[in-house]
T-cell receptor, first 113, second 111 residues
Framework: DAGVIQSPRHEVTEMGQEVTLRCKPI?????LFWYRQTMMRGLELLIY????????DSGMPEDRFSAKMPNASFSTLKIQPSEPRDSAVYFC???FGIGQPQHFGDGTRLSIL | DQQVKQNSPSLSVQEGRISILNCDYT??????FLWYKKYPAEGPTFLIS?????DKNEDGRFTVFLNKSAKHLSLHIVPSQPGDSAVYFC??????????FGKGNQVVVIP
């Protein structure tokens, strides 16, 4: 079975540019999560969706970050404009139900120069 | 504020011996605890979990113990194998269903 698929795996861009990260959850999973991992703060939940509806976006750092889930098989996390402090590994995860163990993608390593 | 803490960031253990990873939490409302394993350049993989109504859960070589009064859980791996070399994350679920993660423990199993 295909796991959670994230793209791109690596992204290097200059500050001020728009960055779009993509995620395809496991088929049949109805909950989707976006995390950010940094050395300082570890794994932080940014936002999660249940049945394509955003449930909790309190972890989104600021208005430059936005996330959408237009259908059950696709989600995006967008940063506009990007800043060097956004450099991190961004993970997407999905689960069958909010409280169930989450399955993670392999992440997108984002570097903002 | 870190609600889930994993001290002793790295652990080295001989193959065949026991690996013990510890995790402390501060929020008494956490009702479900999980351990994840992570290899470099991959996402975390779910390993084992325990509900707050239990004090032990075992799955093969992996056992998780929960001490609610101490707000402490531990993961035991026995016997340790070279393939267990990875970073292990402790996570806890709060009443809003959000997972709070520790910063991880690096385990190195020496053949």
């Amino acid at each position: 079975d295909a796991g959670v698929i994230q793209s791109p795996r690596h992204e290097v861009t200059e500050m001020g540019q728009e960055v779009t990260l993509r995620c395809k959850p496991i088929s049949g999973h109805n909950s989707l999560f976006w995390y950010r991992q940094t050395m300082m703060r570890g794994l932080e939940l940014l936002i999660y969706f249940n049945n394509n509806v955003p449930i909790d976006d309190s972890g989104m750092p600021e208005d430059r970050f936005s996330a959408k889930m237009p259908n059950a098989s696709f989600s995006t996390l967008k940063i506009q404009p990007s800043e060097p402090r956004d450099s991190a590994v961004y993970f997407c995860a999905s689960s069958f139900g909010i409280g169930q163990p989450q399955h993670f993608g392999d992440g997108t390593r984002l570097s903002i120069l | 504020d870190q609600q889930v803490k994993q001290n002793s960031p790295s652990l080295s253990v001989q193959e065949g011996r026991i690996s013990i990873l510890n995790c402390d939490y501060t929020n008494s409302m956490f009702d479900y605890f999980l351990w994840y394993k992570k290899y470099p350049a991959e996402g975390p993989t779910f390993l084992i979990s325990i509900s707050s109504i239990k004090d032990k859960n075992e799955d093969g070589r992996f056992t998780v113990f929960l001490n609610k009064s101490a707000k402490h859980l531990s993961l035991h791996i026995v016997p340790s194998q070279p393939g267990d070399s990875a970073v292990y994350f402790c996570a806890a679920r709060g009443g809003n269903n959000r997972l709070a993660f520790g910063k991880g423990n690096q385990v190195v199993v020496i053949p």
